[in-house]
């Protein structure tokens, strides 16, 4: 099983596979864009901050030099041509959607398993390479979201997303660890691919937390963050009901 495939061709191989994941989530950003009702330029920033946005990060915390989206030609005009796809072709919204959820899925697959390789090759453990594969799956999204002015939509409220990142990950390095690398990439896609799924149409979440419940502080402090600044100096020393956070 190790001779499967060289540790040469697992880097050429995870490589495409880190391509295919920036063309695709390149083409979903784009889809967003589409979505925001953006130009072009916003197509293009969307779609490549998309695309290359968890490879960087990644890159930039094993400090293994310049990163590839960066170093290698193949990267940028793979997510420009993401982004460029989605603006030029002409579906419908309920067709967009239908390819939304296995597209997205490939995704997790393509790139935890990716993140998770590229770790061990860099010499580090096991936890290091799961964690970095959950991020490079799940950070191209995160970062969309918050230039969007969003909460990233991978940090609750939604089907599994990170978790089947970390499952991903998880099976790729116990895989690689039994000197089975091809086979945790195999597995690993194909993992992704039905468990996000799956997760998707059957609403499978994780549990949410307990709901807040604030006292008087904490109303006060949101009432005077709320408060019409006309009215402060209206009144300055006017006292906030804790019942009334907006004012009389």
Known sequence: MSGWLSPETIDTVTRYLDLAGVF???LLGGVVARAEGLDLFGYLVVGTVSGLGGGIIRDTLL??????AL???AYLPTAFAGAL???LIKLHEEQWERLFTPLDAAVIGFWAVTGAQKTLAAGLGWLPAVLLGTITAVGGSAVRDLLRGRVPAVLGGNALYATVAVAVAGVFVLCSYLDAPTLGIVAGVL???VLRTIAHRRGWRLPGGL???PGTALRN???KSRRDPRENTQSPHRPQSPESPNGP
Request: charged share 10%; glycine share 12%; aromatic share 4%.
């Open 24 to 26: 695709t989530c390149a």
């Open 63 to 68: 400090q293994h030099g310049t990163p590839v």
């Open 71 to 73: 170093t290698d030609p």
């Open 85 to 87: 796809l989605a603006f």
């Open 191 to 193: 993992l992704g691919l």
């Open 211 to 213: 709901p807040l419940e």
């Open 221 to 223: 402090v949101r009432g």
